[in-house]
Nanobody, 125 residues
């Protein structure tokens, strides 16, 4: 059973940067597309970014394009989300997710099979 554990969330000010990490265990990390999603209070979970198995292809929501960078280290079974120029509207619980091995990248949450517990990111002005 794949387990995902996020870390790195916190309280920051607008314009600051933050890096989230997601450590995976219990599966073949390098065979899985990984994604980041977020959910703000009263809103649905939304796609943030995804990365292919090799890391060669990356996908972003328009709202974070140019500010966020997803990356992965298959040797460390870890995926990262580097967030820069943070805005108040980035405030949310951020979730790491994994697809089953062998599947290609997807931008919708139902396509992901494994989820972390989430980490809170709060951006204040």
């Amino acid at each position: 059973q794949v387990q995902l554990v996020e870390s790195g969330g916190g309280l920051v000010q607008t314009g600051d940067s933050l890096r989230l990490s997601c450590a995976a265990s219990g599966g073949t990390f390098s065979s899985s597309v990984m994604g980041w999603f977020r959910q703000a209070p009263g809103q649905e979970r939304e796609f943030v970014a995804a990365i292919s198995r090799s890391g060669g292809s990356r996908y972003y929501a328009d709202s974070v394009k140019g500010r966020f960078t997803i990356s992965r280290d298959n040797a460390k079974n870890t995926v990262y989300l580097q967030m820069s120029t943070l805005k108040r509207e980035d405030t949310a619980v951020y979730y790491c997710a994994a697809r089953r091995p062998g599947y290609s990248a997807a931008l919708n949450s139902p396509s992901y099979d494994y989820w972390g517990q989430g980490t809170q990111v709060t951006v204040s002005s």
